[in-house]
């Protein structure tokens, strides 16, 4: 029988003792990020499989998925720190070097008060072509909406100095600078693993806000400081 005077004592969290996250709205090339940090030796435990819509795999645990949104509903109750617990074992026992994959992009920092060295990759898309993948999908919403997905981006950006912001566009046409970007976080990364012809969505006309527009420029302009000659 619980004694009233003596709660159970919560489970500490568990330190993360090397983290790499990639981190972006769905449908906005997060698999395709974990490619290519695959391609530089990153582990991304994963129980998805893949599919027509991610041909290389989603790159995701469900665990933590469902937890990125407990997270972000409850923040650290006790049994959220057992949830991650879980998770972060899973990555400091996988061997070399593990990443893993947020969608609910608030939830990183969580993960980033709890990790010794954090790097993140951080990962946006058209707006518009994000919405019609997603539609293409049936997916009509999110639990986050792309605006406020993305404004966590840009204070990510902002909170955790090794971190870069690139697009899904500047992945799959293959921008000559991609490859020193992942070099400032330590990865040297192959981009012939990126598949141009699994472009899921290009050119939609889905009309956008205008607070939606200027996001996505504040975005880009984030993304030429990641991409430039250092």
Known sequence: ??????????????????????????RSGTSLACKLLESAGVQFPSDLKADHYNRDGYFELAEAKELEKDLIRHAMTPENVVVMNRVVRLLNE???LAGLKIVHIPSLFFYRHIAKNIRAVLIFRHPADVRGSMLRRGISSFHLDWFANNNALVAAHENIPKSIVISYETLIQGHPRIRAAFQRLGFSVDEGVIKKSYRTQSGSRIVLTEPEQRLYRLLQKLERHSLRSR
């Open 1 to 26: 029988m619980e004694n009233k005077h003596n709660p159970p004592v919560a489970a500490e969290p568990v330190v993360l003792h090397n983290g790499i996250f990639v981190a972006g709205h769905p």
């Open 94 to 96: 996988t061997n070399g």
